[in-house]
């Protein structure tokens, strides 16, 4: 792949890139079909989602990460996603 001469940095950035692209396309199709729905109260219970999320990326994530270490929040994101239903 031509990535590698630019280094892991940069590799990592155009994931991080495509899983953003990915998460609002998903986010766009939700308020698309939620307003078409329900009108402005579907614009205001997006609004209050975006901002649930917003502030507990902040706050609670970082937290997270830092009490219980980055191999203990892998590991768990790990089981996590094996449990899930496929």
Same mark, same amino acid.
């Given at each position: 792949?031509a990535?590698? @001469?630019? &280094?892991e940095g940069? #590799?990592n950035?155009l !994931?991080?890139? &495509?899983?953003?692209l $990915?998460l609002?396309?998903?986010? @766009?199709?939700?308020?698309f079909f939620? #307003?078409?729905?329900?009108?402005? +109260? &579907?614009?205001?219970? $997006?609004? =209050?989602?975006?901002? =649930?999320? %917003?502030? %507990? @990326?902040?706050? =609670?994530?970082?937290? !997270? /990460?830092?009490? +219980?270490?980055?191999?203990? =929040?892998?590991? &768990?994101?790990?089981? !996590? /996603?094996k $449990?899930?239903?496929?």
């Open positions: 792949m990535f590698h @001469n630019r &280094g940069f #590799t950035l !994931i991080l890139s &495509g899983c953003l $990915l609002f396309l998903g986010f @766009n199709t939700a308020q939620i #307003t078409s729905l329900l009108g402005e +109260l &579907g614009f205001w219970s $997006l609004a =209050v989602l975006y901002a =649930v999320f %917003s502030i %507990s @990326n902040l706050l =609670v994530s970082a937290s !997270i /990460v830092h009490f +219980l270490g980055e191999k203990y =929040v892998g590991a &768990g994101l790990e089981l !996590i /996603v $449990l899930l239903p496929a």
